[in-house]
């Protein structure tokens, strides 16, 4: 295949993006030089949390001495995956989830609603769909590899239980959760992912560049 067939699939860092209203500061993207000002070289600053736009969350990020990104095998995030599609217009559902025959290793890409409405939007989406808790275990016990969803969190950010029961169960297992893809326009199926983060020292989660192309 060609570079044409690849899509990606990546929340565009900006200046102003909406982000996670529980995080403690906004992102800041802007330019300290450019040339269109006289200046003899452009050159921007970025100052963001580890979890801005499209980013993988590691065990670090929930359990004490867990793995981090200079860890991660690089195969958690690159190889094939599978894009389902959630018709639940609030949670990720068990039940919806059944049918699929979820096998141990898959890497699983979780499609709602959300795209492209809670990544586009200059402002923070609070309804949203997330994965329920009960979900989440559901995944984590068929031992998949990697499950991601296309909003910045998994857990319902009004809800600190939900937040952390979900991610502890898959942290804690060794999933790596890929956060804020967008997935608009990527039809349900079969598909070759990568995801490369930044090589953030003892990072506990850092923004990347993903893409797919179907398989």
């Known amino acids: 295949m060609s570079s044409k067939d690849w899509i990606d699939i990546t929340v565009t860092l900006k200046p102003d993006m909406n982000y996670l209203t529980i995080d403690p500061r906004p992102p800041k993207i802007y330019r300290i030089s450019d040339v269109a000002n006289g200046d003899p070289v452009t050159m921007s ?76 939007s200059p402002e923070f989406v609070e309804d949203y769909v997330y994965i329920s808790i009960e979900a989440a275990k559901y995944l984590a016990d068929k031992k998949i590899r990697m499950v991601g969803l296309d909003n910045i969190t998994i857990g319902d950010f009004r809800n600190e239980e939900s937040i952390v029961a979900t991610h502890r169960a898959f942290l804690e297992k060794g999933i790596y959760i890929l956060e804020a893809v967008a997935l608009d326009g990527v039809a349900p199926g079969e598909y070759e992912l990568i995801f490369l983060p930044l090589k953030l020292k003892d990072g506990d989660a850092c923004p990347g560049r993903a893409i797919l192309r179907p398989l």
């Open 45 to 120: 600053m970025l100052e963001i949390i580890s979890h801005t736009g499209t980013h993988v969350d590691t065990p670090l990020h929930f359990i004490r001495g867990g793995s981090t990104i200079t860890d991660m095998p690089l195969d958690a995030t690159v190889g094939p995956a599978r894009v389902i599609e959630i018709k639940d217009p609030a949670l990720v559902t068990v039940e919806e989830l059944e049918p699929y025959d979820i096998r141990a290793g898959e890497r699983i890409l979780l499609k709602t609603r959300n795209s492209p409405v809670t990544y586009e």
